[in-house]
Antibody, heavy 121, light 107 residues
Framework: QLQLQESGPGLVKPSETLSLSCTVS??????????WAWIRQPPGKGLEWIGS???????YYNPSLKSRVTISVDTSKNQFSLKLSSVTAADTAVYYC?????????????WGRGTTVTVSS | DIQMTQSPSSLSASVGDRVTITCRAS??????LNWYQQKPGKAPKLLIY???SLQSGVPSRFSGSGSATDFTLSISSLQPEDFAAYYC?????????FGQGTKVEIK
């Protein structure tokens, strides 16, 4: 079945750029039916949607992060990626990638296990 | 942004109890409302989409209802594996937003 796996550095210095990848296995990222999303969860807090991307490159970002976020897709690797620039301690969180299902009602039905990113010098 | 407010923030219940969690949107979102369950150290799991549609594989003791601004998630008979945090999420408009979560604990 479809699986998603996040990867990337677990420690990032303040003011630097956080870079994560999500590898999709058991299915194609190029399906016309899905978008692909990043969500994060600071320690002990709730969930925040970061943004979503379609395999063709169309993106939607959370306005609260838009100036610092870039989400991209590499169909040859069946991966999509997140870059978050100028990070601070407030960006410390578990970062999840997920599949956005639905043609009319939208929901995230498959999630990666998450990867913890700590921002610290 | 649409604000999602859940109540209560936490509750204590016993196995076999009926549990109801409420989610209120700051504006009408029709039925673009999803519910997720999250256990400690795990990723969220989709339970309900489109306010009342049960995701495949989710036990039938879970149900969702509501429309416009007021929604509920009900667990008809709480099981030991249901002790977790529950989040509502609107997909009516970007940015997608989540409720702050409701933690269901063992009484």
């Amino acid at each position: 079945q479809l699986q998603l796996q996040e990867s990337g550095p677990g420690l990032v210095k303040p003011s630097e750029t956080l870079s994560l990848s999500c590898t999709v296995s058991g299915g194609s990222i190029s399906s016309s039916h899905y978008y692909w999303a990043w969500i994060r969860q600071p320690p002990g807090k709730g969930l925040e949607w970061i943004g979503s991307i379609y395999y063709g490159g169309n993106t939607y970002y959370n306005p609260s992060l838009k100036s610092r976020v870039t989400i991209s897709v590499d169909t040859s690797k069946n991966q999509f990626s997140l870059k978050l620039s100028s990070v601070t301690a407030a960006d410390t969180a578990v970062y999840y990638c997920a599949r956005r299902e639905g043609d009319y009602y939208y929901y995230m039905d498959v999630w990666g296990r998450g990867t913890t990113v700590t921002v610290s010098s | 942004d649409i604000q999602m407010t859940q109540s209560p923030s936490s509750l204590s219940a016993s196995v076999g109890d009926r549990v109801t969690i409420t989610c209120r949107a700051s504006q009408s979102i029709s039925d673009y409302l999803n519910w997720y369950q999250q256990k400690p150290g795990k990723a969220p799991k989709l339970l309900i989409y489109a306010a009342s549609s049960l995701q495949s594989g989710v036990p039938s003791r879970f149900s969702g209802s509501g429309s416009a601004t007021d929604f509920t998630l009900s667990i008809s008979s709480l099981q030991p594996e249901d002790f977790a945090a529950y989040y509502c999420q609107q997909s009516y408009t970007s940015p997608w937003t989540f409720g702050q979560g409701t933690k269901v604990e063992i009484k």
